[in-house]
Structure formats: C-alpha cells, structure tokens
T-cell receptor, first 112, second 112 residues
Framework: DAEITQSPRHKITETGRQVTLACHQT?????MFWYRQDLGHGLRLIHY???????NKGEVSDGYSVSRSNTEDLPLTLESAASSQTSVYFC???????????FGQGTRLTVV | GIQVEQSPPDLILQEGANSTLRCNFS?????LQWFHQNPWGQLINLFY???GTKQNGRLSATTVATERYSLLYISSSQTTDSGVYFC??????????????FGTGTLLAVQP
C-alpha cells in the first residue's frame, strides 16, 4: 500500500549537532509539508514544497532547512540543534492544492 | 493571516453521549479537513470537507464555507473517540494558498 513514513520515530541529540529527519511517501504526491507540534501551539508549518526543486518557508522556519531532489522525499535538517527545537515533527503530503493531505506517524525529537 | 479557532477547547463525555465540535475561520478557504489525534499521537484523517455534509459511521461533518465555520458531530461516543480533534484549512488568498493551517484543537475525553 502507498504510504508516508517518517524516520526515526524517536531521536535524542545534543545541542549544536546537525540532525536530519526523513520523510518518504510512495503516493507520487507533489505537495509535501513539515510541521512541528508543541503543547500550547498546536501544529505549526515549518517548510513546504510544491514539487521537485521547490521549497518554501513556513511560519516557523528559522533554524530548519529542506531540500526536494525527488518526488518521494522531503528531508528536514536542523542545522545546529537547539533545546527550543525539542518537539514532535510531522510530515504530510498531498497530490496538489485543494486535495486531501495525509500525515506520517511523527518523529519525537529531544535536544539535550 | 487567517485565524482558525475551535470550540470547546476541552470536553468530557460519558460513553454513549453525543457532541458537536466547532471550527471557525476568519477568512475564505478552499479546503477544510478534520483530523483525530489519538492518544498515541497519530493524526487520523476524518473528513475532507470544503463544503457540504459528509457522514462516516458515528461521525459526520458539515462545512458552511460562506459563513466560515465547520461542525463535527460525534454520536454515541466511545472511549476510543478520546484524543484531540483538529480542523485544518487552506486559505483562499494570495501567498497563503496551498498550505494547511491548523486550528487550536478540541481535547475530548470519553469516560466509560
């Protein structure tokens, strides 16, 4: 079955390290998104992509970057992890605008 | 930017009771989805409902886009309905299109 998967599911890293969270979808969806979820803030958009080689900043993009070299993957990189980036991260994808979005299982990241 | 507010913020029900959750949005939208985040953190798609009414078992949803609100009805609630319910909208203007903005969520606890 087609799906969207995130890895790892849990990660602990140290302040200042570079961390990459993976997101892979097999639906051939054009649009992909990264959100973070924190208590009291709900889900907030970090970065998104409309297609290969396209990336855009969301509302909380500082300290994060993404790249889209193929349709299936949108890895999220924390350039220098900070304690404020401890959160649960969700990846999502959909065919295009005005279509249903589907979410991965989430990655719980702890920065110590 | 668009504001998405959900009410009530918290709700406690006895098993078997019915409930209505509301999502208000401050501007016109192309797209609206309802999600259930279960106690394990997984985001489950409930409805893709830009307008009109849909039903799926004990759950139904209605979106009145012209009046900028959507309602999620849960009938004969079960303990497995517990979790957080989110609505997410895709604004219909300028640079805000092609991304989902999440509401504040309703935390539902169904007691046996």
């Amino acid at each position: 079955d087609a799906e969207i998967t995130q890895s790892p599911r849990h990660k602990i890293t140290e302040t200042g390290r570079q961390v990459t969270l993976a997101c892979h979808q097999t639906w051939n969806h054009n649009n992909m998104f990264w959100y973070r979820q924190d208590l009291g803030h709900g889900l907030r958009l970090i970065h998104y992509s409309y297609g290969v080689q396209d990336t855009n900043k969301g509302e909380v993009s500082d300290g994060y970057s993404v790249s889209r070299s193929n349709t299936e993957d949108l890895p999220l990189t924390l350039e220098s992890a900070a304690s404020s980036q401890t959160s649960v991260y969700f990846c999502a994808s959909r065919v295009s605008r005005n279509t249903e979005a589907f979410f991965g299982q989430g990655t719980r990241l702890t920065v110590v | 930017g668009i504001q998405v507010e959900q009410s009530p913020p918290d709700l406690i029900l006895q098993e078997g009771a019915n409930s209505t959750l509301r999502c208000n949005f401050s501007d016109s939208v192309n797209n609206l989805q309802w999600f259930h985040q279960n106690p394990w953190g997984q985001l489950i798609n409930l409805f893709y409902i830009p307008s009109g009414t849909k039903q799926n078992g004990r759950l139904s949803a209605t979106t009145v886009a012209t009046e900028r609100y959507s309602l999620l009805y849960i009938s004969s609630s079960q303990t497995t309905d517990s979790g957080v319910y989110f609505c997410a909208v895709e604004p219909n203007y300028g640079g805000a299109t092609n991304k989902l903005i999440f509401g504040t969520g309703t935390l539902l606890a169904v007691q046996p």
